[in-house]
């Protein structure tokens, strides 16, 4: 017996409706029926309180589904990876707020440790990239509006990597700033995004 087929089973044994489970948890009929026709899955806090509401343990919800176990992992995973992100994110700003202090003469750094903080600041922003695949790559399995933010992400921070290096190896200071702003532009709307698109 699949998830779907136990999650029917379970609301049919307990005498209630999927409209009635709706309002219980607050979404729509329309997500009940799709969770028991396999459409698509609950995620993790709405398993645990499925478990609660129908009194069955977690095991007997997910026994011998191997979907509905991957889907519930990659959650796991999703969740782990956006502090990371957030954090890498943060220190990108930081790294350029001082890059723009620098080339706009406020702050004086001198060229090795400018190199260090360049070094840094490149490291930062390519684990930033790399984070962004692999979450790009759970949420193209969990929802398609998460693929669209962390696409936004890429972009953002290949532009501010981008206008960085037009600015510090180039020697094209405007050029570079107008495409590292519209690269730190894109990383807060990513950002604002991201904090809203939580369901």
């Not at 307990?14 to 029926?33: L, M, Y």
């Not at 176990?69 to 350029?96: A, G, T, W, Y």
Request: aromatic share 8%.
């Amino acid at each position: 017996m699949q998830f779907g087929e136990r999650l029917k089973k379970a609301r049919t044994d307990k005498k209630v409706t999927q409209e009635e489970v709706a309002k219980a948890f607050f979404i729509t009929r329309q997500t009940i029926s799709n969770w028991e026709t396999g459409k698509t899955y609950p995620d993790i806090d709405n398993l645990i309180k499925l478990s609660d509401y129908y009194a069955i343990s977690l095991d007997i919800l997910l026994k011998e589904d191997n979907q509905m176990v991957n889907h519930v992992e990659k959650q796991i995973v999703f969740r782990s990876i956006k502090p990371m992100i957030c954090l890498l994110l943060i220190s990108d700003i930081i790294f350029l707020l001082i890059i723009s202090l620098q080339i706009s003469k406020i702050l004086r750094i001198d060229q090795i440790s400018m190199l260090i903080i360049i070094g840094f600041g490149c490291l930062n922003a390519f684990t930033l990239i790399e984070a962004s695949f692999i979450n790009y790559k759970i949420a193209s399995k969990l929802q398609k509006q998460r693929l669209q933010v962390n696409k936004f992400t890429i972009i953002s921070s290949a532009l501010i990597i981008s206008g960085l290096l037009l600015s510090l190896v180039l020697d094209q200071p405007m050029l570079g700033g107008g495409v590292t702003g519209i690269g730190i532009a894109s990383l807060i709307i990513s950002l604002i995004k991201l904090k809203y698109q939580k369901n």
